[in-house]
């Protein structure tokens, strides 16, 4: 129940916001911030009610990281609130957040289903805190570089309005993003160390090649790459926004499309199965 209230106080918080840059002339919209704040206690309240019942953190099942993904962008753009309570960054979040809960919700909300043993180690809260907060970062980043890019085209062709003045200014955003690319590398650095360590301890090897190590180390160097470039050689601006936007969708291939599709010990269907006794 509170997973299912939780999905649309974010689909009504993302309409409102959609509807205040359209409509009013503004630039809060306290009555989105309000509804986002009663999503993310009732999100919140549903991840405690899984701990409760399960008897560990749910982290083990596609569900939990879909809806864990949700609430680690949702917390990141609501800390970010107190810095700068921004519409448009409102009506980007909101929108993630509830795709991410709708694709939650086509998996089933497992709390009597046993899963595999493998992932009743204290490794997998370990392993998931670090790679959701990665993934989370990265997320918030893109949007950033997304308002980059409009705040950019706006002031090229001189269209200096309502939506000009409701934007960050471009130093700012691209200062956010400079900030946050060490964190969020910082974060898929320990995510990945993380699980080579419960990869050793769970098959004897620490990398083994699944389809979602592989992604995940291509991720990396994608964004070690972005790292090298922005503090060596100094990338800035549209370049390095670009780049946020397009990591973003490595990533959401990496956490989702890899799972889906390719398979490994990562994969949705293999997590979800019940092990049987030989």
């Excluded at 205040?20 to 309240?45: E, M, N, Q, Y």
Aim: net charge positive; charged share 10%.
């Amino acid at each position: 129940m509170f997973f299912k209230v939780s999905v649309i106080f974010y689909l009504i918080s993302a309409i409102i916001y959609v509807a205040f840059l359209l409509r009013s002339k503004g630039t809060t919209c306290v009555s989105g911030f309000c509804v986002v704040v009663a999503g993310f206690i009732t999100h919140t309240t549903s991840i405690l009610h899984q701990f409760w019942i399960q008897g560990f953190f749910p982290m083990a099942t596609p569900f939990d990281a879909m809806s864990l993904f949700a609430w680690g962008v949702m917390a990141i753009f609501l800390a970010l609130q107190f810095w700068d309570r921004n519409p448009v960054l409102g009506a980007m979040a909101a929108p993630i957040a509830a795709v991410l809960m709708l694709i939650a919700s086509t998996f089933s909300y497992q709390i009597s289903q046993p899963i595999i043993p493998v992932l009743r180690s204290w490794w997998l809260p370990i392993h998931v805190s670090f790679a959701i907060a990665g993934n989370s970062v990265f997320t918030v980043m893109a949007m950033s570089g997304a308002m980059y890019i409009l705040q950019e085209r706006l002031i090229k062709r001189k269209q200096i309005g309502r939506f000009h003045k409701i934007l960050p200014s471009l130093q700012t955003l691209d200062t956010f993003n400079r900030r946050a690319l060490p964190i969020g590398f910082f974060f898929l650095t320990l995510g990945i160390i993380s699980g080579a360590l419960w990869a050793s301890s769970a098959w004897g090897s620490y990398w083994t090649w699944d389809p979602k190590e592989t992604w995940s180390l291509i991720t990396w160097f994608a964004y070690a790459g972005m790292v090298h470039q922005r503090f060596a050689f100094g990338w800035r601006g549209k370049k390095a926004a670009l780049l946020a936007i397009a990591g973003f969708f490595l990533v959401m291939f990496t956490f989702v499309g890899v799972s889906l599709f390719l398979g490994g010990h990562h994969s949705f269907v293999d997590l979800c199965r019940e092990t049987v006794p030989a």
